[in-house]
C-alpha cells in the first residue's frame, strides 16, 4: 500500500503563487509515475501535471508555463508550483501515484483563487 498526504493548498489571489506537496510512504515500486490532477465542482478530474522518475514531465494544456511539477526521489516527494493563478484554477487537487501494479490517490487539498 501506498499513502499519498498533501499539503499547501489555501486561498489566493488572481495573480498569486502557491506551492503544493505530496509525500509519499508505504512500498513504491519504481519506476512510478508522480502527478497532480484537480476537480472543480460540475466538472470532470482532469490531469494537471504529472513527472517520472526519469524526470519527464507533461502539463495539461490549461496550465503550461505557468505551473511546474518537480519531484525530490529521496523523499518520494512531488512538488506543484503555480504562478499566475486564474479563478479557473480553483478546484481541489488529487496527488497521483501509479506504477506498474497499481494507482494511488491522495485525500485532496482546495486551492480557491478568488478577490
Known amino acids: 500500500q501506498v499513502q499519498l498526504v498533501e499539503s499547501g493548498g489555501g486561498l489566493v489571489q488572481p495573480g498569486g503563487s502557491l506551492r503544493l506537496s505530496c509525500a509519499a510512504s508505504g512500498s513504491i515500486f519504481s519506476p512510478n509515475v508522480m502527478g497532480w490532477y484537480r476537480q472543480a465542482p460540475g466538472k470532470q478530474r482532469e490531469l494537471v501535471a504529472a513527472?517520472?522518475?526519469?524526470?519527464?514531465?507533461n502539463y495539461g494544456d490549461s496550465v503550461k508555463g505557468r505551473f511546474t511539477i518537480s519531484r525530490d526521489i529521496a523523499k518520494n516527494t512531488v512538488y506543484l508550483q503555480m504562478n499566475s493563478l486564474k479563478p479557473e484554477d480553483t478546484a481541489v487537487y488529487y496527488c497521483n501515484l501509479k506504477h506498474v501494479f497499481s494507482s494511488y490517490w491522495g485525500k485532496g487539498t482546495l486551492v480557491t483563487v478568488s478577490s
Open positions: 513527472v517520472t522518475t526519469e524526470g519527464s514531465t
